[in-house]
């Protein structure tokens, strides 16, 4: 198994920055991808960033390019998001998730295996 920790939301204002953090541990080895999602009450989570360990190859969604920065340090087997620019339709709760190798796109939700606790985000106007 892995285990996921989110940290670093928190309230900001508009235009403002945060930076989170997803620590891994666990079957750390046996992680291929990793990736952020977001979830308001309600709706379904919505994908925002990944990037595939290995190849550091990322993607976004459009909602977020130009604006938000996903990294990994694997020697500390940590992903991170860096969020510029805030809006308040970025408020959420964001997820970090992991999965091994998978064929679905990074930014199929139901294609990852282990999900963090959430991390609270909100951008007031």
């Known amino acids: 198994q892995v285990q996921l920790v989110e940290s670093g939301g928190g309230l900001v204002q508009t235009g403002g920055s945060l930076r989170l953090s997803c620590a891994a541990s666990?079957?750390?080895?046996?992680?291929?991808?990793m990736g952020w999602f977001r979830q308001d009450p309600g709706k379904e989570r919505e994908f925002v960033a990944g990037v595939y360990w290995s190849t550091d190859n990322k993607h976004y969604a459009d909602s977020v390019k130009g604006r938000f920065t996903i990294s990994n340090d694997n020697a500390k087997n940590t992903v991170y998001l860096q969020m510029s620019s805030l809006k308040p339709e970025d408020t959420a709760t964001y997820y970090c998730?992991?999965?091994?190798?998978?064929?679905?796109?990074?930014?199929?939700?139901?294609?990852?295996?282990?999900w963090g606790q959430g991390t609270q985000v909100t951008v007031s106007s």
């Open positions: 666990g079957r750390t080895s046996s992680v291929h991808a």
């Open positions: 998730a992991s999965r091994p190798w998978r064929a679905a796109p990074i930014s199929e939700p139901r294609s990852y295996d282990y």
